[in-house]
Nanobody
Framework: QVQLVESGGDLVQPGGSLRLSCAAS????????MGWYRRAPGKQRELVAF???????NYTDSVKGRFTISRDNAKNTVNLQMNNLKPEDTAVYYCSARYFAAYWGQGTQVTVSS
């Protein structure tokens, strides 16, 4: 079983940057595909980005070129660097870990507003 704790959410102006972090506890972190999802008010949860155990990455079209996902297996962490933030990026961001089963963090709020 994996426990996930997100951090780094904040209020930021359009065009600004944030770095979200997710700390994982449990065994064998390196085998998990790690992902970031978000849920905006009134919308369904969507996949933002993921990184596999082999460090392959994928991004939803709306964040390509602005967001970067990375992982540090030695520290059991996965990060999401978010640049050039837009108001439509406002959402609760969730970290996930998948290896057959899926595990979720509690979420961290990102608000992009002037």
């Amino acid at each position: 079983q994996v426990q996930l704790v997100e951090s780094g959410g904040d209020l930021v102006q359009p065009g600004g940057s944030l770095r979200l972090s997710c700390a994982a506890s449990g065994r064998a972190f390196s085998i998990y595909t790690m992902g970031w999802y978000r849920r905006a008010p009134g919308k369904q949860r969507e996949l933002v980005a993921f990184i596999t155990s082999e460090y392959k990455t994928n991004y939803t079209d709306s964040v390509k070129g602005r967001f970067t996902i990375s992982r540090d297996n030695a520290k059991n962490t996965v990060n999401l660097q978010m640049n050039n933030l837009k108001p439509e990026d406002t959402a609760v961001y969730y970290c996930s870990a998948r290896y057959f089963a899926a595990y979720w963090g509690q979420g961290t709020q990102v608000t992009v507003s002037s």
